[in-house]
T-cell receptor, first 113, second 114 residues
Framework: EDKVVQSPLSLVVHEGDTVTLNCSYE??????LLWYKQEKKAPTFLFML????IEKKSGRLSSILDKKELFSILNITATQTGDSAVYLC?????????????FGKGTKLSVIP | EADIYQTPRYLVIGTGKKITLECSQT?????MYWYQQDPGMELHLIHY???????EKGDLSSESTVSRIRTEHFPLTLESARPSHTSQYLC?????????????FGQGTRLTVV
């Protein structure tokens, strides 16, 4: 059974701290791994990773994929209260003629002043 | 900036009513999706479409139906709403020709059936 597991499920940190969110997966026909930030309603896209060992960066956020060990991490440095959200990991494992995108349960990050 | 819109944002409706959740995107994306998300739970794919006149069921069994008559429009219909349909429904779209394209999400519809 295809699955995506995120850890921790919930995390509370102080402003300025650095956090690492984890996502492991077991799927057939891996295509890509995506990270989303969900505030209130709609997830917003952060990163898409397809190649192992190549770090993607956007400001204080960065992510890397390990296709051998089947996991990805999302790092946030110098956290701010605006980083408080649920961070979702999703794996695209679509096959020929079928679309498959499996989401993890998310990590709820709370950044307190 | 992604342009994908869902209406209504919130809906409270009585059991047995027929409802249609609207989703429109102005990006010309071929792929569109509907996800269902209960509070604190992961998103589950309930329907998707590769393009006009294409609709497929997703991982999670759903009593809803969808249609894709126009590229930009992907409405979801519940013929007879029940309390078990209470959830958040998220619509998304992505470019078909890019195999690993990211999906852009609408703001969601929070449905409550009483």
């Amino acid at each position: 059974e295809d699955k995506v597991v995120q850890s921790p499920l919930s995390l509370v940190v102080h402003e300025g701290d650095t956090v690492t969110l984890n996502c492991s997966y077991e799927v057939t026909n891996f295509r890509s791994l995506l990270w989303y930030k969900q505030e209130k309603k709609a997830p917003t896209f952060l990163f898409m990773l397809t190649s192992s060992g190549i770090e993607k960066k956007s400001g204080r956020l960065s992510s890397i994929l390990d296709k051998k060990e089947l996991f990805s991490i999302l790092n946030i440095t110098a956290t701010q209260t605006g980083d408080s959200a649920v961070y979702l990991c999703a794996v695209d494992h679509s096959g020929a003629g079928s679309y498959q995108l499996t989401f993890g349960k998310g990590t709820k990050l709370s950044v307190i002043p | 900036e992604a342009d994908i819109y869902q209406t209504p944002r919130y809906l409270v409706i009585g059991t047995g009513k027929k409802i249609t959740l609207e989703c429109s995107q102005t990006m010309g994306h071929d792929k569109m999706y509907w996800y269902q998300q209960d509070p604190g739970m992961e998103l589950h794919l309930i329907h998707y479409s590769y393009g006009v006149n294409s609709t497929e069921k997703g991982d999670l069994s759903s009593e809803s139906t969808v249609s894709r008559i126009r590229t930009e429009h992907f409405p979801l219909t519940l013929e007879s709403a029940r309390p078990s349909h209470t959830s958040q429904y998220l619509c998304a779209s992505s470019e078909f020709w890019r195999q690993e394209a990211e999906a852009f999400f609408g703001q969601g519809t929070r449905l409550t059936v009483v």
